[in-house]
């Protein structure tokens, strides 16, 4: 038992575990900071990607109507890879997507309108797109 508290009150002994815990907190905050900017990169680029969709969408709409929308939007749906889309009417019936009824309530979330859902903007008809973690419209 001697043998150990001297060990613990020993200078080097000291030092050492006063090199450590700087290391490890060091280490701890470099990480912390690469994930916290790592996860903002990949934020900021889904929700680029996404205005710029829903750009896409909105002036395909105005170009041609809901029968364009529609079309544009079974397209891209139907391409492998490709994003969650759903295109519903003023009822709420599936007009076009890979997502239905069913898909958004397994998911737990809601359609987000992103600006797309305005009466004025397309009458009759809704587009909602599904972002995973996000339950706020951007």
């Known amino acids: 038992m001697t043998a150990l508290i001297r060990l613990l009150s020993s200078t080097p002994f000291r030092l050492t575990l006063a090199y450590m815990g700087a290391f490890v907190a060091a280490a701890a905050l470099i990480v912390g900071f690469i994930a916290w900017r790592a996860n ?69 979330k809601q359609p987000l309108p992103l600006g797309l859902t305005d009466p004025e903007l ?8 599904i972002r995973r973690g996000h339950d706020q419209p951007a």
């Open 40 to 108: 903002d990169l990949l934020t900021n680029k889904v929700v680029e990607t996404l205005e710029a969709e829903v750009t896409g969408l909105r002036e395909q709409f105005q170009a041609g109507g809901a029968e364009r929308l529609a079309a544009v939007i079974a397209q891209r749906a139907g391409e492998p890879g490709s994003g969650l889309y759903l295109l519903v009417d003023a009822t709420g019936r599936k007009v076009a997507g890979n997502l239905d009824r069913v898909g958004l309530a397994a998911l737990g």
């Open 122 to 129: 397309l009458g009759d008809v809704g587009l909602g797109l």
